[in-house]
């Protein structure tokens, strides 16, 4: 596709629940975010790759949370043990380079009951 | 902490008029401010780009000033249409030897009414 996508667009899951959130991002782009976005707020940043390796995940709130990028193009971002406060939107992004413009996906929003 | 301050956190016009949205933002060293648009449901869009040499940038309706004495950056809508009803955002990069995180702003949630 031309931008970014991310799946699914909507995830409802019960407190203690697993889940996954994927991002697909622009073919090419190197480097890849994720950030999370709760309601009337901006982003805040959790990790950026650059190719497979996690470049900084020092956003990431606690060890219940973690990333993957095997193949150096799709991303996973994975949650173990949800609790309610987990709810927000799931922002990937990606860019060329790990200076260039990020470009959004529309987002993943995680309502954890 | 590095931090970016929008304000206000919401403001409603009138189809036609313009309007004028603020940022503070205290994030050093500093290489770069974006301002987005973020329309409900959807990720952010990158309206302009500015470094710290350069003090205006236009896209169209909007244009967006800097002044890295006062740390301060603003983004101006001119004959604000409907389509604008959205929030933006202020985000500042950091230099590159700081990383590559973003700081967000909150955002101002602009509502045209007709």
């Known amino acids: 596709g031309a931008g970014v996508s991310q799946t699914p667009s909507n995830k409802v899951t019960e407190k203690g629940k697993y889940v996954e959130l994927r991002c697909d991002p622009i073919s090419g782009h190197t480097a890849l975010y994720w950030y999370r976005q709760s309601l009337g707020q901006g982003p805040e940043f959790l990790i950026y790759?650059?190719?497979?390796?996690?470049?900084?995940d020092s956003g990431l709130p606690n060890d219940r949370f973690f990333a993957v990028r095997p193949e150096g193009s799709v991303s996973t971002l994975k949650i173990q043990r949800t609790e309610r406060g987990d709810s927000a939107v799931y922002l990937c992004?990606?860019?060329?380079?790990?200076?260039?413009?990020?470009?959004f996906g529309p987002g993943t929003r995680l309502t954890v009951l | 902490k590095n931090q970016v301050e929008q304000s206000p956190q919401s403001l409603i016009i009138l189809e036609g008029k313009n309007c004028t949205l603020q940022c503070n933002y205290t994030v050093s060293p500093f290489s770069n401010l974006r301002w987005y648009k973020q329309d409900t449901g959807r990720g952010p869009v990158s309206l302009t780009i500015?470094?710290?040499?350069?003090n205006t940038k236009s896209n169209g309706r909007y244009t967006a000033t800097l002044d890295a004495d006062t740390k301060q950056s603003s983004l101006h809508i001119t004959a604000s249409q409907l389509s604008d009803s959205a929030s933006y955002i202020c985000v500042v990069s950091p230099s590159r030897a700081a990383g590559n995180k973003l700081t967000f702003g909150g955002g101002t949630r602009v509502l045209v009414k007709p």
């Open positions: 992004a990606s860019s060329s380079r790990g200076s260039g413009e990020q470009f």
């Open positions: 790759f650059q190719g497979t390796g996690a470049a900084d």
């Open positions: 500015m470094t710290f040499s350069e």
